[in-house]
């Protein structure tokens, strides 16, 4: 089981490099689908780290795919330039997921 990186960003992509995580860096809508749909089918894939800002290129597919499969969990991770989360986003979170103010 290892972790795969779809980036937006070759910054990003040569970090987790350094750190063992291959990759691919893409841009646009229909090719971050491409590398998510193949990372899925991968059975040696566990982990899929995804940059925010391709996150929010097709936010619906990536959510779809969160909810509907048990493997490989996808998680968004921001790029070097941070990321864009406002300060309270798990105050947000917990809120959302079960309508507790905290």
Not at 47 to 68: A, G, H, M, P, Q
């Amino acid at each position: 089981m290892r972790f795969h990186l779809i980036s937006d960003n070759m910054d990003t992509m040569i970090g987790m490099r350094l750190s063992g995580i291959p990759g691919v860096v893409v841009h646009e809508e229909q090719e971050v689908r491409e590398a998510l749909s193949n990372a899925a089918k991968d059975d040696d894939i566990a982990v899929i780290l995804i940059t925010e800002n391709l996150v929010k290129l097709c936010r619906e597919y990536v959510y779809d795919l969160k909810l509907k499969q048990k493997k490989p969990l996808i998680v968004e991770i921001p790029d070097r330039h941070g990321n864009g989360r406002a300060k309270d986003s798990i105050t947000k979170y917990v809120r959302d997921a079960i309508g507790i103010k905290i």
